[in-house]
């Protein structure tokens, strides 16, 4: 491992969205662009357009770094049009880094799909099953990117950022030690006047609803939305498959639209939802054409749903048949070899105003600038497992007394865990697959 992927490693950087895969792991190969994923396509989520207004240096500087690594020809930053800050800081710092370039994206829905990203940049198709460095692309987070400058100058990762959306009273987006609750969260937003809400962890798409406010943040948390118990989008991702599969059978009307939206299916891939519905609403007498094997390319983004004049939604089917397919011992096997993406791929983004207004977000959909609030818990909680992959080993005892930045959990010599700080000081309790940091003892602070 390289110096660099060592500094990388030792601060326990994860993709800071989505799975969280080990960042050193993805660096290690060789590519031929590394692609920043500065789309940040989800309603409402603030971020990563922020910090590339915010820390423009930090980001080109960690982005050329990492082309650099993996002996790429260029980098390019991935961001929408819409994104006029980000576009201007960028454009005042690009003519230090020869090999770093902007690509702008349309504002749609999903256009922070890494997979739409590869083929919008370059015009290579990520293969079913597949991930972008098998067309020699490595797509990174630019909240990845400024946790990496951060450890090439010796600070592991100890903060997250958050967009803290919907119904808040002050939305923002904010700065935080990890292991703070998103009950915290929601009371450095200005807390809410709902007596009853919910809140989904991540953008409206794809985030689902917290069973309790009470969990810490963690390493790829983007940010939660607050809203009414009984919003359409909260009652929406609540539906039970088996209430999903039988107005399948009864509302399908067949109309394709589902499969028109797909991304997966514009990009080249084998997947048709609408076949799917057919088979989970006529069984072996639905499509004589259809596979079920299919719904194992489905990414999930919930498209389909938005498509669907009757409300049904086919991602979550897919998601039932995932599961039962895994049961019988069935798994993903790759058949196709060539891929030619769409010719309406280009037309059929969905808009993602569009997008706020099918999903009755817009009175939420406001400015959240960006605050670093003076806050000290009373404790955090820092999970042993924040990531895609293995779990990490305590590097502490129980009671130990801590400062901010020691090192809590081991990677322990295992590829996909990773080392994992103490983001203030206190004293360690250690509680099952969880360290409890207390900051604070008898009422008073250490």
Known sequence: MSAFLEKIAAAGIVGAGGAGFPTHVKLEGKADYVLVNGAECEPLLRVDQILLAEETDKILSALSLCVEEVGAKEGVIALKEKYKEAISSLEKR?????????????????????????????????????????????????????????????????????????????????????????????????????????????????GKVLSSIDVPVKKTSKGFIVLPKDHGLILSKQKDIYTQLKETKTACCHCDLCTDV??????????????????????????????????????????????????????????????????????????????????????????????????????????????????????LEILSKQHIGAPSVPAVPEGTFVEKGDLLYTSNGQKMAVNMHAPMAGRVSIKGNRIQIITKERGEEL
Not at 140 to 153: D, F, G, S
Not at 271 to 284: C, Q
Not at 352 to 359: A, E, P
């Open 94 to 206: 690009l003519s230090a880094y020869p090999k770093l370039r902007m690509h702008l994206l349309k504002n749609i829905y999903p256009a922070g799909d890494e997979q739409y990203i590869v083929q919008d940049v370059t015009g290579r198709i990520v293969p079913e099953g597949g991930i972008p460095l098998q067309v020699g692309c490595v797509v990174i987070n630019v909240e990845t990117l400024l946790n990496i400058q951060e450890a090439m100058e010796g600070r592991p990762v100890t903060m997250k950022y958050l967009t803290m959306a919907g119904h808040v009273r002050s939305p923002k987006t904010l700065k935080v030690p990890l292991g703070i609750s998103v009950r915290e969260a929601i009371h450095l937003a200005g807390g809410t006047e709902l007596e009853e809400f919910r809140v989904i962890d991540g953008g409206p798409m794809m």
């Open 262 to 379: 797909c991304p997966r299916y514009l990009l080249g891939h084998d997947i048709h939802p609408s076949k799917v519905m057919r088979i989970a609403s006529y069984g072996s007498m639905g499509d004589k054409n259809a596979s079920l094997a299919e719904v194992f390319n489905c990414c999930e983004c919930g498209l389909c749903e938005q498509a669907c004049i009757m409300n049904l939604q086919p991602w979550k089917v897919n998601i039932f048949f995932k599961a039962k397919l895994r049961e019988e011992g069935v798994s993903f096997e790759k058949k196709k070899t060539a891929y030619e993406a769409h010719p309406y791929l280009s037309s059929r983004g969905f808009p993602v105003k569009k997008l706020v207004y099918r999903l009755d977000l817009y009175p939420y959909d406001v400015e959240a600038p960006l605050e670093e609030p003076d806050y000290v818990p009373a404790s």
